[in-house]
């Protein structure tokens, strides 16, 4: 049983590195980007539903996207506004592994429905006469059903092969919420299988979507530019160039994390990067995707006037 595995029945979590007199000021500036999160989701989940107009592929994607940055975000930020706020910094060991589960589950999800919206964009402005045929209903559901598949897969994987580690006497996570390779540098096992695996399983879940992502919006630009206007060029540089700030944020941080060799950053530049990757990118994915977008403006406008 799990219990065997282990002879820690909880962790320690230390947060963010923050002086205490600086600690209301973060625990507000943190509330404040997670409820903006949550409530710039739910309108956009809530202007899709309504709105007939918004029945269609690319909002799809974005309702997927929507729900899964509400609940990434609701895997570490309410534990670690808690941590500030009442310096209760334990997790139970079931706890631990269970964030740890939930957390590569929608990151990697994340990722995959990212993908996903590059690409019908590509289709969109690359191939628009055949946009209807080729991004059909079951096209639409069989993609996000396959991340979803596929995220699954890895976080089940990953939290399998931790839950036979055994922890020994330091059980403090130098960290916010229970990061796998904090944990695995915890471990008294040996777990160059679990390294192995995140490696391999990270090439597969996070560049790939990355090289797809970069590939995508270069075709874009290449169509766009291959028949110039001004308006149509500021148009598309200020939307290309949006969401790929965003994504470069998000995969910048994922890789410098985990790809990149430990001894090049220190602890405090990982929580850096966490942060940007599971608190910045959830809230910025709603003003970035879609209330810039003149569709959305009108629904929320008619949602208003009603």
Known sequence: TVE???????????????????QGVFFALFLGMYLTTVLGNLLILLLIRLDSRLHNPMYFFLSHLALTDITFSSVTVPKMLVIMQTKRKSIPYAGCLSQTCFFILLADLDSFLITTMAYDRY????????????????????????????????????????????????????YFFCDLAALLKLSCSDTSLNQLVIFTAGLTA??????????????????????????????ALSTCGSHLSVVTLYYGAIIGVYFLPSSNSTNDSNIISSLMYTVVTPMLNPFIYSLRNKDMKGALRKLLSK
């Open 123 to 174: 289709v969109a402005i690359c191939h628009p006469l055949h946009y209807t045929t080729i991004m059909s209903q079951s096209v639409c559901v069989t993609l996000v059903l396959g991340s979803w598949v596929i995220a699954c897969a890895c976080a089940l994987l990953h939290t399998l092969l931790l839950a036979q580690l055994s922890f020994c006497a330091d059980n403090t996570i130098p």
């Open 4 to 22: 065997n595995q282990s002879s820690v029945s909880e962790f320690l979590l230390l947060g963010i590195p923050i002086q205490p007199e600086q």
């Open 206 to 235: 996070i560049m790939p979507p990355f090289v797809c992502i970069l590939v995508s919006y270069g075709h874009i630009g290449a169509t766009i530019l291959r028949v110039p206007s001004a308006k149509g060029i500021c148009k």
